[in-house]
């Protein structure tokens, strides 16, 4: 199943035509008899995709959405029990950085400072963020007014 899924992301097929391909496909094997656990997990790629296209990409500038994600990705290690708290800041931004994209320079500044989301820059990314983790039946969320 990671073939296929692997194979329609690397395509850069749009969510819509992953979900109508996916739905085929799940027929199909449907059809053939296979394991009810390929379709769970075809069932948690169509969610996880018509999830992601409720929450287009951002237009704002790389810079505004940095932190947001800095937070968003510190509230999810914090829970996993490996965040900045619990481990050293060097290692903490390395793996953010693999997640991001920026510097792990910037980003272990960035961290070693402490931060603050601005309600005038980051407000919208954070709702995002917010309404994503209780999609998901999560109990993280991002605070505005948490020091980072």
């Known amino acids: 199943m990671n073939d296929i ?6 395509h850069n097929f749009a969510n819509e035509h992953q979900i109508e391909l996916l739905n ?12 009810i656990d390929i379709d769970e997990l075809i069932n948690r790629k169509i969610e996880l995709l018509k999830i992601s296209s409720e929450f287009p990409e951002s237009e704002n500038s790389k810079e505004t959405n940095l932190k947001p994600r800095m937070a968003a990705l510190v509230e999810i290690l914090d829970e996993l029990g490996i965040g900045p708290k619990h481990n050293d800041m060097k290692t903490v931004s390395k793996m953010i950085s693999l997640f991001t994209g920026y510097s792990e320079k910037n980003i272990y500044n960035i961290l070693q400072k402490g ?6 820059y980051h407000f919208q990314q954070v709702e995002n963020f917010n309404a994503m983790f209780k999609k998901l039946k999560s109990t993280i969320s991002i605070n505005m007014t948490k020091l980072y």
Do not use: G, T, V
Not at 5 to 10: C, G, I, S
Not at 24 to 35: D, V
Not at 115 to 120: A, T
């Open 5 to 10: 899924f692997d194979a329609l992301e690397h």
């Open 24 to 35: 085929i496909i799940k027929y199909i094997l449907i059809r053939k008899r296979y394991p």
């Open 115 to 120: 931060f603050y989301l601005s309600r005038k």
